[in-house]
């Protein structure tokens, strides 16, 4: 293992892709500590220590940004705006046709979709950003809470300021939208995985250390064993598909024979990969902003309804919570594998160059196929979504009331499956200059 390391390092182009990478993570990690224009840091300090976080789907945005976005940096929306806006260009590939055309177009239309997707990025960063701006002036950026600093978080709130904080949060988006296209062009692994996976570690020994210190050494041994668990169960469904055999007939063109190999159609267990949780986690929160606009006026009475959503549908720690995540985790597998995965296409470009189903017949019987394994396969991969969705949530709402950790199971989610991603990447360029991979 160590040899295959050091071989890493003596190839020399991979050296440099590596050091490229590392850069841009240094880079990035710095900017989320650098605060925007007329932020008052030391009262954000102050909250951060003596406030559990934010709450809701605030604490999502946090997670991946690195805790940038409760300092209020220029880093503070992190890649949520580029996230968003990747998963509604791929949703309105399904209702707007000119979006499916230039899917299929290759090349050419990948450009014109990214470029569509950098445009969406900038615009839902301008609307994240002046959210964020006019919820840290209200005070209201930590919650309810009777820290005085927490209510003077900016400096000036004077409509320029505030016009100036939007613009450079704005602006740090679209840095770290180019920064991940960097690494993409010229570091190792997919740019924007590689910014989410450091987010998510960066805040780890933080709340690890927290747990440590409040807690107690049993507990923290307790989150470190669910931790390990969980990451088993991520590693071994990651990897486990479904291997469709595939044989494609001979075909004589002049005197050369093509086709007949013999090759299959990986179904993977877990075909959504994250985005489900992010669906359910979003659409869950949006009883709490509803209810959070109608609180009552100081001395009034709270309205039931809005006692009964605070009570069930914005903790973490109720079981009615999570009977809704789960079931909307499921729900949501199902919608986003049917629109990413289209057996009709994949049985008629099979059809086109003479491949077949060993046992099933080209054409619709292939796609029904297709759509029956599909089916089938999807359901103990939804399953396994929520459980590792859930298990953080039910394990540490017992020992821990940081709302960060709601979204433990996601954090584990994502750092395994673009560890494993990244791995493998590595392991490719050596196998092409060494013929010996870093994995055996």
């Not at 930590?142 to 300021?161: E, H, I, K, Y």
């Not at 598909?241 to 024979?257: D, E, F, H, L, S």
């Amino acid at each position: 293992m160590f040899s295959a390391i050091a071989r890493v390092f003596r190839t020399p182009d991979l050296r440099r892709k590596i050091a490229f990478t590392l850069g841009i993570i240094a880079i990035y990690r710095l900017g989320a500590h650098v605060p925007s224009p007329f932020v008052d840091f030391p009262n954000v300090q102050v909250c951060l220590a003596q406030t559990s976080g934010a709450e809701g789907l605030l604490s999502l945005v946090n997670l991946f940004s690195g805790g940038a976005l409760l300092q209020l940096s220029i880093f503070a929306l992190g890649v949520m705006p580029y996230i968003t806006a990747t998963i509604i260009v791929q949703l309105l590939r399904v209702v707007i046709p000119h979006f499916e055309t230039l899917y299929k177009e290759g090349q050419a239309g990948q450009a014109r979709l990214t470029q569509y997707t950098r445009y969406l990025t900038i615009a839902l960063a301008l609307l994240q950003s002046t959210t964020l701006v006019t919820v840290a002036r209200s005070g209201q950026l930590f919650g309810s809470t009777g820290v005085p600093a927490c209510q003077n978080l900016l400096t000036n709130d004077a409509w320029w300021a505030q016009l100036l904080m939007i613009i450079t949060m704005t602006a740090g988006t679209g840095l770290i939208m180019w920064f991940a296209e960097l690494v993409t062009e010229r570091g190792v692994g997919n740019g924007m995985s590689i910014l989410i996976f450091t987010s998510i570690v960066a805040t780890f020994p933080v709340a690890m250390w927290t747990i440590l210190q409040s807690r107690g050494f049993e507990v923290f041994l307790l989150v470190l064993a669910v931790t390990i668990v969980v990451v088993g169960l991520v590693v071994f469904v990651e990897q486990s598909q479904r291997r469709i055999p595939v044989q494609y007939a001979k075909r004589m063109i002049g005197r050369r024979t093509y086709g007949g190999t013999n090759t299959y159609i990986p179904i993977k267990v877990n075909m959504a990969g994250v985005v489900p949780v992010i669906f359910a986690s979003s659409l869950l929160y949006i009883p709490a902003l509803i209810a959070q606009f109608n609180q009552p006026a100081a001395g009034q009475p709270v309205p039931d309804w809005v006692a009964w959503i605070s009570n069930y549908l914005t903790r973490g720690d109720h079981p009615l919570y999570w009977l809704i995540y789960f079931l909307l985790i499921v729900g949501f597998t199902y919608f986003y594998v049917a629109i990413t995965f289209n057996p009709t296409e994949v049985a008629d470009n099979m059809k086109k160059y003479g491949g077949f189903i060993p046992g099933i017949r080209a054409g619709r019987p292939t796609a029904e196929y297709l759509d029956y394994v599909l089916t089938r396969i999807t359901l103990p991969g939804s399953i396994y979504l929520g459980l590792v969705a859930l298990l953080p949530l039910i394990a540490l709402s017992a020992v821990s009331a940081n709302q960060n950790f709601a979204f433990g199971g996601t954090s584990i989610l994502i750092m395994v499956g673009v560890g494993l991603e990244t791995v493998k990447q590595i392991d490719a360029q050596l196998q092409q200059r060494h013929y010996e991979g870093l994995l055996r």
